[in-house]
């Protein structure tokens, strides 16, 4: 057994590998389209869509070397990858080019807002799309995205964790900042819905489009800053949450009695006019297991990528969550060829919904009647500003949500906020 073998069976159950056996047909080449960020619609680079491409293909390296299909393979080539810019102008029809190629699936797919028009476009090509990330609630049903699989669970899950939070610090009301595309319309209605459940009062609520000037966002928080309210709710994509952090930085915001939530974590290499103003803000994400596997992915990464990888970075989740969600597509590849059934979008959706298994970001199965993930585990983590390379932004778990019972755990020692202050607000 070669290291990538090795590697995909500390990944996976053994069980699974210990039965693969070579095919007696002619071996076949299964092209995979791959829709994925590398830079924003601003020009921005998205670190996290970066690590999600080379994760993705460190799996289908694996599962090729694994002899998991037989003497079949898996293929994304260059020609069949986009970077669709997470943005939703253009993505359908960028989709459409990989699907009249004869692609078994897309794969990448990680904005919310895209993934709706993404995954109705390949409802055409009766395609099934294997997303990373898009966790808008929207794309929950599988009656209207019937051929939609994602391995994550939806913002109602995220959401509503940040809102425990500043229930536990007995925040009475909050200010709410949202977009209005699919996955800010649908966290905003988590927010509203939570909130009141909470007894917390939402007393301002703006909803604008994605790459709303700076000028038109810095009135609204200008106009939060003079209402008084000092905690603040910001659910949009990452460019969007980014131009609200530097409105922060320049009306002087960031200062100790706020508290700051997004449900956003920024790249690595946010700069400053950002960070200033978002030091101390809280954030939901996936939370990764410790494990000799985990471990052994990060070293193999690191070495792929040229540096030692940060492991509480959001880029290093989102490559683990697209090493498995790549994974999930050879796997469910795996049972339609065992089951003798032609490869096709219907037997393959087929196979997904049907699919349990343990990745590198725990078990992995859909809950019954959705296209979402159902358990997923999720920390809270903290921005502390840079490490002390000065250019690196620091991230902290300061809290975590058991997957099981979905109760909420803060280490509040840890915490650091708005102000550099570890005194919390209303203490």
């Known amino acids: 057994m070669n290291r990538s073998q090795k590697f995909l069976g500390i990944t996976l159950m053994a069980s699974l590998l210990c039965g693969f056996a070579p095919m007696q047909s002619e071996a076949k080449e299964y092209k995979i389209g791959g829709m994925y960020t590398y830079d924003y619609h601003d020009g921005r680079h998205a670190d996290w869509g970066e690590y ?15 002899g998991m299909l037989g003497g079949n393979t898996l293929n994304m080539p260059p020609e069949l990858v986009i970077d669709y810019h997470c943005w939703p102008e253009g993505a359908a029809e960028k989709a459409r080019s990989l699907l009249k190629q004869n692609v078994v699936a897309l794969t990448g797919v990680d904005c919310s807002g895209p993934a709706v028009l993404i995954a109705k476009e390949a409802e055409k090509f009766k395609t099934p799309v294997v997303s990373v990330g898009a966790n808008a609630a929207s794309l ?5 995205f019937p051929y ?51 007894g917390i009062e939402v007393k301002a609520s703006y909803g604008y489009s994605r790459n709303t000037p700076i000028e038109e966002v810095q009135k609204r ?23 609200a952090f530097r409105t922060l930085t320049n009306l002087g915001m960031n200062q100790p009695g706020y508290s700051l939530f ?17 030091f101390g803000y809280l954030a939901p994400m996936t939370k990764l297991v410790p494990s000799k596997a985990l471990d052994e992915f990060a070293a193999r990464f690191s070495k792929k990528i040229g540096k030692k990888v940060d492991m509480n970075s959001k880029a290093f989740f989102y490559g683990v969550l697209s090493y498995d969600h790549m994974m999930a597509l050879g796997l469910a590849m795996k049972n339609v060829q065992d089951q003798k059934l032609e490869m096709n979008g219907d037997t393959l959706m087929a196979s997904l919904r049907a699919l349990s298994f343990d990745g590198l970001s725990g078990r992995q199965n859909l809950a019954p009647g959705t296209n979402d993930r159902e358990i997923m585990a999720v920390e809270i983590m ?31 020692d840890k915490i650091l906020w708005p102000g550099k202050t570890s005194t919390p607000p209303n203490r």
């Open 382 to 412: 903290n921005c502390q500003g840079y490490k002390e390379d000065g250019k690196t932004v620091r991230f902290v778990p300061v809290g975590f949500v058991d997957s099981v019972t979905g109760k909420l755990t803060i280490e509040e």
């Open 52 to 66: 999600e491409l080379h994760a993705a293909k460190m799996a289908i390296e694996d599962i090729n070397a694994s």
């Open 262 to 278: 997004a449900a956003e974590m920024t790249s690595a290499d946010e700069k400053p006019d950002a960070i200033n103003g978002a």
């Open 148 to 198: 939609y699989y994602r391995n994550v669970t939806p913002s109602t899950k995220y959401e509503g964790y940040l809102l425990e939070v500043a229930k536990h610090y007995d925040i009475k009301e909050i200010a709410l900042f949202h977009t209005t595309d699919a996955w800010g319309s649908g966290a905003a209605a988590v927010i509203l819905n939570e909130a009141a459940k909470l």
């Open 140 to 144: 929950s049903s599988p009656a209207e």
């Open 221 to 243: 928080m200008a106009a939060v800053k003079e209402l008084g309210i000092k905690s603040i709710f910001i659910t949009m994509p990452t460019p969007d949450t980014v131009i």
